[in-house]
């Protein structure tokens, strides 16, 4: 049976096996937290040889036999791709990378961004109301290209915002929700500016669900710079109890099947 | 940054773009810079080469279909890796006919498991026990589950931090750092009978 000897930073906090894991790999560590398990190390005989420990069976895994790939490895793999390549299109630019692309140009300006998607879709879909009587095939083209720029605008959406929840939810480094703050002022206006380009598109599902996000990324947004991190106990719970980022997930999902995976 | 390093990266991003525009020859650049250590990570997730070498041709198959959406935010490297996490895990789901990531995600006991059983470093007679902890590591490797081996050697022998590791499994990060945790209290227990 392991005994539960504690040991303890200078703040009290008693400093777990899985912690020095983390602190192995300087990872998931706030760097408060570093820094104590720095002077623990200095001051406790026990807890240095505990992380000794560690230390020797991480090395031993440094030492178990790797398989090696054999001298012919990259001309085999060619040799079968290069078969595939040729069967295959060229790699095309997805609505989403063009997207992507426009938001990087307008990067400095997210508001101008924003308004360049809604014109977008809105000129498009006017474009295709004005042609309709004459051209409806070509003009329904159109409303549907309209429709998957906003999706692909929106998808990108939701992965910040999921981006934002899992930060909220899971981490408790200081630094990372300062940045989440920022994050969620950025996010609280796009956001806006989507559901209401959803709901003139006539898609009153999705506009519902961005609306829903809007008190949560202003909650977020609003947390004060000096706010302890239980000050977010109440918002994760209720993320836990509203399953928020699943729904985040399975909204993008549905957005864009590229993410289907991933619920 | 050596000057080496930098005319590497600079050649490479060259060759992204290339590879982008339909060059085929450029493709072929990157597929011989990164076919052996795709494998080296594939081969760590699947522990069977055949399934490694699989996994390589379809990683670099799907990177070469989605080299689009590639934006050279991340590095051409770790946007590949992550292609080929997957690919990998893909590899294994087929042979496996189960879903591999996901499949053990219960809480870590928070119990200690260090302190009971350190000893003073290792003596002379232990030394010579080498072999036989190396090959204690290898097999408690290849009896983990698949989210905690894969986990585990991307942190551990691939360097990557939590956050990618989370994204490339489609984890949060308190999952990720738990089927960290089983893994290295895995690797403890196969090697206490010989401390």
Redesign the interface.
Known sequence: MPMNTTHTGPSGQRISDNELILYFYRDGLDAQRIVEIDDALFAQPELRLRYTQLQRMLHEVDCAPLLEPDAELAGRVWQKLAARIDAAPAPRRTARAWTRTLRDLLAPWPALASAALLLIAAAAGYYAGRQAPLHEELAQGHAAMSARVLDAYVAEHLRATEGLLLTTVNSDSADLHAGNRELAAALVESNRLYALAAARSGNARLADFLRQLEPVLLEVANQPADAPVQSLDGLRDYLRKTDLLFQVRATQAHIDPADRHRI | MTMANEEERWAEERHVAA??R?D?DA??HL??AH??PL??LC??IT???AL??DA??EA??NA??????F?GRAAFKTWLHRIAVNAALEQLRRRSKQEVVGADLED?E??????????P??SPGQHAR?AE??RR??AE?ARMSTLERTAFLL???EGQ??NDI?QAL?L???AC?QA??RA?RK??GA?QPLR
């Open positions: 590879a982008r339909g085929r493709f072929r597929v011989e076919a052996r494998f080296t081969a760590r522990r069977d080469a490694a070498e390589v041709q670099l198959f070469y279909r989605h080299l689009g959406d934006d870590d928070d119990e200690d498991f260090l302190l009971s059983r350190a000893t470093a290792p080498g902890i190396t590591v290898d490797l942190r551990h022998a931090s939590l989370a489609s949060n990060i308190s750092k960290i945790f290295v690797l403890r090697l």
